[in-house]
């Protein structure tokens, strides 16, 4: 502490200043005989034994008792404690003091006033002969006029909470309640930090302190807005206060604090608070599932011992959001999580997030105010350069996103979302589409989508089949739910992009990508139609081979989709094959339709060889029997189909492996020379094996 000025009041009364106007006018000395109320207090008696030191709480029992005791006690919020009510004897007293240290304070220089009180308080701490309504008055005075000019906040904080702590005279527990408020509303960091330094389980004293501050409209906003960055910052929360020193403060003090301050009545200004607070204690939640340190373990067996808590901080996070929940009157919402078992899988890092999304589905039950004060609080998450919890937060946002009503804020997080879709974190990307896909269920908030085509596309290439599959029906809802046609330059890429997906392992993969290029045929510009034949071409032997899909559903679409292409190619002859239900017919004309485009059917019905459904092996060992009889002439090209037809006479399916050495066999067996009507018996041929 800095040296006292010599113009302190001792215990003979006050001096003359050197430097005043005059002699000051007769004040109460400090040291004078204390009234009854404080009599205890100055007699050194006390009922809870403090220590020497400002920063340092006292030590607790043995083992702590264990937990949880064999039937958990549910919340129940408590009343605040009754503010005290002066008698009119204390009444007076105090506004006698007030009187005379106001003139008193006229003969002291401004800048060792702070110093005097300071002074002062310490020896109400310290329980030394001090008159402890003198030593109030004078705090309560500075704090009145001088309080934007404190420069040693944190001291007089520190010193307020000892002398709270060896306090025994309950109806003098108010006595500095004033002078507190004022400081917490103009010093909200410095009182924060330094009664989460001072008492960090949060003892009796503490809880006096945070009831005070809380209870205040005026100061509880302030006073909780503090909470929110400590609660997160896990394990330690770096802190400077105005006194230029750098303080630790435990993540878990910020939790013990908020516990006790929710069991009584808020100000109804800190509702603008409670979404911080709850965001951030989720965030606490999972950091310390994901590590404890050695620090933090020790420190947390204290106050086990002291206050019967969780043996895992984690649980008693979640205890302290259940109770936050139930302060709001949303007992229904921990109910229904419950239920669900979201507060358990909220304690593990691996289905964290799933309980986040839980939890935010139930919170559709909350007011509008608290909803967009989570999802604006959730924002800021972003912001920031280092954030373990973005994932989470991503998965709350996802839930809420159909619940928010104002636009702005919509349009902020879809922002967020779209520079997220290439994030290299999977998780992000599957919890942005299926945003993006709520967002889609409404038709006003679709077309704000219009503008992530090109993003979309792109994520289709990607090798994560559950990803694509969430890709396909957010991009068919932004191409299709709208009146403009499809522009020639995105069809071609699309349509690019969707050829592959026909032989997706996924089977809605392959369905829904079948669908959208024939939506596309369908919806693509007029002057787009005649660039998109070629691709369009490329999908016939594809969704030739599809007719054939295990899959039910995904053999239908391929019907569909081919009728549609062959329509759109007008190749009458295809048609009316396919209303026929002539498939084989089909594929005779598509190997009918040149060389070269022979040619690159028969290589793309090798890779079908390799598929796993037996109905398309099946299909392309006769397809490529079909293309053989076209080929005999090129000795290699016939070379190629009979190797490949030797390899599936191994089949694992004896059906494929039979049907694979009769193909072969009738191949080789037959002219080499093909003449119209040997050639229209080597058909007959292959139709008949095909048939058994």
Not at 32 to 38: F, G, K, L, R
Not at 104 to 110: D, E, L, N, Q, S
Not at 112 to 141: F, H, K, V
Not at 620 to 648: K, Y
Request: proline share 5%.
């Amino acid at each position: 502490m800095a040296a006292r000025p010599q113009s302190v009041p001792g215990q003979a009364g006050v001096k003359k200043e050197e430097e005043g106007p005059g002699v000051a006018p007769s004040l109460p000395s400090l040291g004078q005989e204390p009234s009854n109320s404080d009599s205890r207090m100055a007699d050194g008696q006390s009922s809870v034994t403090g220590p020497t030191r400002v920063n340092e709480e006292e030590e607790g029992p043995g083992s702590a008792p264990e937990w949880p005791p064999q039937k958990m006690e549910e919340f129940q919020p408590l009343r605040a404690d009754p503010v005290a009510v002066l008698t009119e004897e204390q009444e007076l007293i105090r506004k006698r003091f007030s009187s005379r240290i106001q003139t008193f304070w006229k003969f002291v220089k401004t800048t060792e006033r702070e110093e005097m009180a300071i002074t002062a308080i310490e020896g109400m701490a310290n329980s030394d002969s001090y008159n402890p309504e003198a030593c109030a008055a004078m705090l309560n005075s500075l704090v009145q006029s001088d309080i934007p000019n404190l420069k040693r906040v944190p001291t007089i904080v520190a010193y307020i909470y000892r002398w709270l702590k060896t306090n025994t005279d309950l109806s003098a527990e108010h006595r500095l309640d004033k002078s507190l408020l004022k400081l917490a509303q103009a010093h909200p960091n410095d009182v924060v930090v330094t009664l989460l330094c001072c008492a960090p389980s949060c003892d009796r004293a503490a809880v006096s302190m945070w009831k005070v501050m809380v209870s205040s409209s005026r100061t509880a906003e302030v006073v909780l807005s503090e909470l929110p960055c400590v609660l997160e910052d896990w394990p330690l929360h770096s802190a400077c206060t105005s006194e230029g020193e750098s303080k630790e403060v435990f993540a878990l003090a910020a939790t013990r604090a908020l516990w006790e301050i929710i069991r009584v009545p808020l100000s109804p200004q800190a509702s603008f608070v409670v979404p911080c607070l709850f965001v951030a204690l989720l965030i606490q939640v999972f950091c310390s599932t994901e590590q404890m340190p050695s620090k933090i373990n020790f420190f947390w067996r204290r106050c086990r011992q002291r206050h019967h808590h969780p043996a895992n901080p984690n649980r008693f996070a979640v205890l302290t959001v259940k109770a936050l929940l139930c302060r709001l009157q949303l007992e229904d919402v921990v109910l229904a999580v419950e239920r669900k078992k979201g507060w358990d899988t909220l304690l593990s890092t691996d289905t964290h997030r799933y309980a986040v999304g839980l939890l935010a589905r139930e919170m559709h039950r909350v007011s509008r105010p608290m909803r967009e004060g989570i999802a604006r609080y959730l924002l800021t998450l972003f912001t920031r350069e280092q954030s373990h919890w973005r994932v989470p937060a991503m998965a709350f946002l996802v839930e809420i996103l159909n619940c928010l009503e104002t636009e702005k804020l919509v349009d902020t997080i879809l922002q967020l979302m779209t520079t997220h879709l290439q994030s290299d974190c999977k998780e992000m990307r599957h919890l942005v589409l299926r945003g993006l896909l709520m967002l889609c269920k409404n038709p006003l908030k679709a077309k704000r989508l219009q503008g992530l085509t090109k993003s979309l596309m792109e994520l289709l290439k990607d090798v994560d089949g559950e990803l694509v599959e969430l890709t396909l029906p957010v991009l068919s809802k932004v191409l299709l739910d709208r009146d403009v046609p499809i522009a020639t330059p995105i069809a071609l890429q699309l349509g690019e992009a969707l050829l592959p997906l026909f032989d997706n392992d996924a089977s809605r993969v392959r369905l829904l990508s079948i669908h959208l290029f024939g939506d596309m045929m369908v919806y693509v510009e007029k002057e787009g139609k005649r660039h998109l034949k070629t691709c369009v071409h490329q999908s016939l032997l594809p969704l030739f081979y599809h007719l054939h899909d295990e899959n039910q559903c995904v053999a239908e679409a391929s019907l569909e989709t081919l009728l549609q292409a062959t329509k759109f190619l007008k190749k009458r002859r295809f048609l009316q094959l396919l209303e026929r239900e002539q498939p084989w017919r089909f594929s005779e004309c598509l190997l009918s339709e040149g060389r070269r485009t022979t040619d690159e059917y028969r290589r793309q019905s090798l890779t079908y060889l390799e598929s796993s459904q037996e109905s398309m092996r099946e299909t392309a060992i006769r397809f490529i029997g079909l293309a053989g009889q076209h080929i005999r002439g090129q000795q290699e090209e016939f070379q190629n189909i009979c190797d490949a037809l030797v390899g599936m006479t191994n089949d694992i399916s004896p059906s494929i492996s039979t049907l694979a050495d009769q193909t072969l066999h009738i191949l080789r067996t037959a002219p080499r020379h093909r003449l119209p009507f040997r050639f229209q018996l080597l058909q007959d041929k292959l139709r008949r094996i095909w048939r058994r």
